[in-house]
């Protein structure tokens, strides 16, 4: 740990035109922070309401549309977010994508878009947000998107459990690296949020409620995610840093 006094004043977040991801830039707003929201092309229309939403609260709003999976697009949101809110103190690399299939039976090129997502995606979002704050000098915070998945495999999800290992992985090692500049880096391990993502799946036969045996009670919202990232944000947490942190309402203990 370092003695960089951390006073965050501007976020990306990528994934951020619904579900977990809009609901982080809303409370990251509520905070006090600019931020800037990054989704794909087909979600331009939800990405700038909520770029609305933040400038409502008082706070500045940038779109970028780029996708994660592309380290040209990844440095263009940094670039765009330091030129337009003068600096970078926290990433959140929320964007990541869903996928069920059996080992015998899954395509590689289903595996493979997972993985540019959830794997590529995030660690292109950590390592040019990490150059942006070692720049700076400032300290920063660098939040990704693990799962429940990311601590415990579940059958018929294996493209994405193990994209979720990987990110709990890749979070230690970059925590490592980067405590000496006053970086945290940390990641939510969310358990079944309701979210667009999840909802086509959540009844029925065979359902990921069924696979994951999930009762209702344990079914959570994006605030519950978000108000985990905002705490992680903030300068009092700087003695947390290499965790994934499930948020499952008790479904599952490290
Ligand atoms: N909802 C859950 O129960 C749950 C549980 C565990 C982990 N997670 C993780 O939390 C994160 C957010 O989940 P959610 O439920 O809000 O999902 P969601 O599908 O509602 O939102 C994800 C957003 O990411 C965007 N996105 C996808 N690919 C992108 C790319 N290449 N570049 C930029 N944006 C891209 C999508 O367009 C979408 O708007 C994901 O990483 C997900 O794996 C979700």
Redesign the pocket.
């Known amino acids: 740990m370092t003695s960089i006094k951390f006073a965050p004043q501007t976020a990306i977040v ?2 951020a ?5 809009r609901s982080i830039a809303l409370r990251l707003a509520d905070d006090g922070l600019d931020v800037t929201v ?3 092309e087909n ?1 331009l229309e939800a990405l700038n309401a909520v770029a609305d939403e933040i400038r409502s609260k008082g706070r500045k709003a940038l779109v970028v549309i ?4 592309q380290e040209s697009e990844v440095q263009h949101i940094v670039d765009e977010t330091v030129k337009e809110l003068g600096r970078l103190d926290v990433m959140v690399a ?5 996928g069920a299939g059996s080992i015998l039976k899954l395509p590689l090129a289903d595996w493979e878009k997972v993985w540019a ?2 794997v590529r ?1 995030v660690f292109l979002c950590y390592q040019i947000a990490a150059r942006q704050m070692v720049k700076q000098g400032n300290g920063g915070r660098i939040i990704g ?1 693990s ?3 990311g601590k415990k495999g579940n059958a018929l999800l294996g493209a994405y459990s193990s994209s ?1 290992f990987a990110v709990r992985g890749l979070t230690q090692c970059a925590a490592l690296e980067l405590g000496e500049h006053g970086i945290t880096v940390n990641a939510y391990a ?4 309701q ?4 909802g086509p799946v959540l009844s029925g036969p065979g359902s990921l409620r069924d696979l994951m045996k999930i009762p209702d009670a344990t079914l959570g919202q ?1 605030e519950n995610i978000a108000s985990i990232v905002s705490y992680l944000v903030k300068p009092e947490a700087h003695f947390i840093t290499g965790q994934s942190i499930i948020v499952d309402g008790g479904v599952q203990f490290d």
Request: with cysteine; aromatic share 0%; glycine share 18%.
């Open positions: 990528t994934g035109a619904r579900g977990i991801g990054n989704d794909i979600k780029a996708d994660c999976t929320n964007a990541g994508i869903g997502v959830n995606g998107a799962s429940v998945l979720k969310p358990g079944i949020i979210t667009d993502l999840i994006p």
